[in-house]
């Protein structure tokens, strides 16, 4: 990133390629798997970018991608809250939330009820506010520390912990009948 801010395109280039999918995948997670996760994917980097001559190397270069990707979540989701014109999900089959469906199941009974609870906990995770949605979203699929959590969030570790408390309990009730 050093080398970003210096203006080195081929850095830059390096950069998006190795941090590309983390950004996607995780947009897509915040937005329930939504087919416009490329696009404000897209819209990070080219943040990154003009940003770059600001950037200082305070927490890690990760940390500070993943602000960039809350805010700009954050705004689409007020913007779809104003216009309810797109859903979160997508029935897209070629949408990135149904493009890695297990298919190693063992039985066509066994692929219908795991594809049922993927799509339960994908709208349960959608449907959490967002503080609570990117928490669980940066914690279990990019596996990142409270520290790091916090620091996307702007806030402390024990408020992260918190967050993702009542997340949990949250997901909890709303998936009961699925963990009975």
Not at 4 to 28: I, P, S
Not at 131 to 139: D, K, N, S
Request: no cysteine.
């Amino acid at each position: 990133m050093l080398r970003v801010k210096e203006g080195d395109m081929e850095a830059f280039e390096a950069l998006v390629e190795r941090h590309q999918n983390l950004v996607v995948g995780t947009v897509g997670k915040m937005l329930g798997g939504d087919s416009e996760a490329e696009d404000i994917a897209q819209q990070v980097f080219i943040r990154v970018w003009k940003s770059a001559g600001r950037y200082e190397p305070t927490a890690k270069f990760t940390t500070w991608l993943m602000t960039i990707a809350r805010n700009l979540v954050f705004n689409e989701s007020r913007r779809r809250s104003r216009s309810r014109l797109q859903p979160l999900e997508s029935d897209d089959p070629d949408s990135p939330a149904t493009q890695h469906a297990d298919t190693g199941a063992s039985s066509p009974q066994e692929a219908l009820l795991n594809g049922e609870l993927r799509s339960a906990v994908d709208d349960a995770i959608s449907s959490l506010p967002e503080p609570q949605r990117v928490a669980i979203v940066l914690r279990r699929y990019e596996d990142m520390p409270y520290e790091e959590i916090a620091k996307v969030l702007r806030t402390s570790v024990p408020a992260v912990k918190s967050i993702l408390f009542r997340a949990r309990n949250e997901l909890r009730d709303r998936l009961k009948k699925y963990l009975d």
